[in-house]
């Protein structure tokens, strides 16, 4: 548990704030330092994405193991006439966590979309994402937007366009399945009783295929992870040992998720300002759930959500689900 080694007023949590970087900054001392404090320490997952965070997630898309980002391009690709036939040419195409917007590329130049709103969390991808899709598409009407979709968000009016939400890369299964509902219901209210979304998401499957994906053999998911305890150091000031940590990732198949965790080596303390944290061997951190998702499964979460399953395209061998959802 955290010990305070000074008088502080205790920290608001859950507060609504409004997007910008300043209050993205403030969440993230809170929720460290809450998450810290429970008896089964945990981080986040948003938090992972500062600027390396996000060049180390692209080198993960890269990876042979990780097979999620080649799948679902691949099913885009192979399926694009009938995914646009389905969101409709001169929507209002509206991504959240769009990261490098590669998939995304390959709709826009399908849909040519009335508007395309890139949202996410990591203002250096999202910057990086917007010039390069402004050259590549100068006719583009792009309106980017740095926040978190974890709280209520402004989304630029998109006129009278259908509104279609674009959520690939199973960003969904980093959510637990209520909160995932929560994030449907959000979307299926933003797009209003025409409006569609397409969400990709990733399948369960053999326990060694995804443990090879998130135990790649040249350590990029370890550095990945273990980054996120070097963002506490660079800035908020905390003294973690790096080399004091390993990155622990498995399928744990009765809740269906995929659980990263870092672990201590060994007993020790650890300082973020003025709160000091006492490690046992062996403790960890758990920073992410991956949620993996049968057909049936995420199509009862949406309808649950208010949305109707209407189309499910699929990559070749089967392991990555593009659905697209109809407000019902
Ligand atoms: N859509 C891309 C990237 C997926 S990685 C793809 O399919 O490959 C997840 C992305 O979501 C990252 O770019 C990350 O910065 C962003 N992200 C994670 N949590 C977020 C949150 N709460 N709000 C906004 N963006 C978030
Ligand atoms: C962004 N998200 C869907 C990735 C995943 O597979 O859960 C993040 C990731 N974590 C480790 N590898 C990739």
């Known amino acids: 548990m955290a010990r305070e080694q000074r008088r502080r007023r ?3 949590l859950g507060g609504l704030s409004p997007p910008g970087s300043a209050a993205l900054a403030d969440g993230f001392r809170e929720d460290v330092i ?3 404090s429970l008896p089964q320490k945990v981080l986040p997952p948003k ?3 500062d600027a390396r965070g996000s060049r180390l997630f692209e080198r993960i898309c890269r990876l042979k ?3 999620p980002t080649r799948c679902e391009l691949a099913l885009t690709r192979a399926h694009l006439g009938a995914i646009a036939r389905f969101a ?3 929507c209002a195409l509206i991504e959240y966590g769009s990261g490098e917007s590669r998939k995304s590329r390959l709709l826009i130049e399908a849909l040519r979309p009335a508007v395309y709103v890139p949202v996410d969390i990591s203002a250096v991808a999202l910057a990086a994402a917007a010039a390069a899709l402004r ?4 006719w583009l009407e792009l309106r980017p937007v740095h926040g978190d979709f974890s709280r209520p968000l402004e989304i630029p009016a998109a006129g009278r366009a259908r509104r279609v939400v674009y959520f690939p890369g199973s960003t969904i299964g980093n959510l637990t399945p209520e909160e995932a509902q929560a994030f449907l219901r959000m979307s299926r209210s933003q797009v209003g009783p025409k409006g569609a979304m397409l969400i990709g998401v990733d399948l369960k499957k053999d326990a060694n295929v995804l443990h090879a994906a998130y135990n790649d053999a ?3 998911t370890a550095a990945f992870n273990l980054n996120l305890l070097a963002r ?3 800035e908020l000031g905390g003294d973690f040992d790096l080399r004091r940590f390993r990155h622990y990732a498995f399928y744990n198949a009765a809740l269906g998720r995929i659980e990263m965790h870092l672990i201590a080596l060994a007993r020790q303390a650890v300082n973020i300002g003025r709160f000091r944290f006492e490690f046992a061997a062996g403790e960890s951190i758990h920073t992410e759930n991956s949620y993996k998702y049968s057909l049936e499964e995420f199509r009862a979460l949406a309808q649950r959500a208010g949305f109707r399953g209407e189309r499910t395209w699929l990559d070749r061998q089967g392991l990555f689900a593009l659905h697209g959802l109809a407000a019902r």
Do not use: H, M, S
């Not at 050259?135 to 100068?138: A, E, T």
């Open 34 to 36: 809450a998450g810290l």
């Open 10 to 12: 205790p920290a608001q």
């Open 47 to 49: 938090y992972f994405y």
């Open 232 to 234: 506490i150091n660079r």
């Open 65 to 67: 193991e990780y097979y």
């Open 218 to 220: 040249r350590g990029v």
């Open 88 to 90: 409709g040419t001169g």
């Open 135 to 138: 050259r590549r598409f100068p």
